[in-house]
């Protein structure tokens, strides 16, 4: 028995002569029937299409929460003054949800980076069976930009936990040069 597919979004149709798909509504009069590989072809594209955003998101996420973080953690640097030397230190509070957002930011930049992969790789076999959609274009660049930008992540997650040593670091050096000391 063969399966009638909707062209459009590959849902199953209930009968031979619908017009329209139940599902999105497509004209089904001007458009042919699809078979079961093509419908494979259009969940595949749809799977790209859905990885690649998924990574993207994440990273938009995670850039954004991060920095707003460093310019809290940023300004939140306070300092005791001794005879010889000036201490700088963080909130301790402030310090460990930046620690603990920058941990897990790092290990969800990870996946966002194996979601973007992911969807690269699905792209590459749909383009090898010359496959083209809207989809799978779509996919193929929000991997990219994921890929790209949950680098970027990690990057803001590693400074979000190291910061309070650089911040510290860079602060003592700058007055030592302007001869504050």
């Known amino acids: 028995m063969n399966n009638l597919y909707c062209p459009q979004c590959g849902e199953k149709l209930k009968s031979s002569d619908q017009k329209f798909c139940d599902h999105c509504g497509a004209d089904l009069r001007i458009s ?28 938009i996420i995670f850039i954004i929460i991060g920095l707003a973080l460093i310019l809290i953690l940023r300004n939140s640097v306070q300092s005791t003054y001794y005879i010889f030397y000036e201490s ?6 402030l310090k460990l ?17 194996s979601l ?29 930009l994921g890929i790209v930008l949950n680098i970027i992540a990690i990057v803001i997650a590693i400074i979000l936990i190291y910061l309070p040593f650089f911040k510290g670091l860079f602060i003592s050096l700058r007055r030592k040069y302007r001869g504050i000391y």
């Open 32 to 59: 042919m029937k699809t078979s079961d590989s093509d419908v494979t072809t259009i969940k595949e594209s749809k799977r790209c299409f859905i990885l690649g955003l998924s990574s993207f998101i994440i990273a």
């Open 116 to 144: 973007g992969i992911i969807s690269r790789m699905i792209r590459q076999k749909l383009r090898a069976n010359e496959s083209k959609n809207l989809f799978i274009d779509m996919g193929g660049v929000f991997a990219i």
């Open 88 to 93: 700088y230190y963080f909130d301790e509070e």
């Open 97 to 113: 949800v930046t620690e603990v957002f920058g941990l897990v930011a790092i290990l969800s930049s990870i996946a966002g980076c």
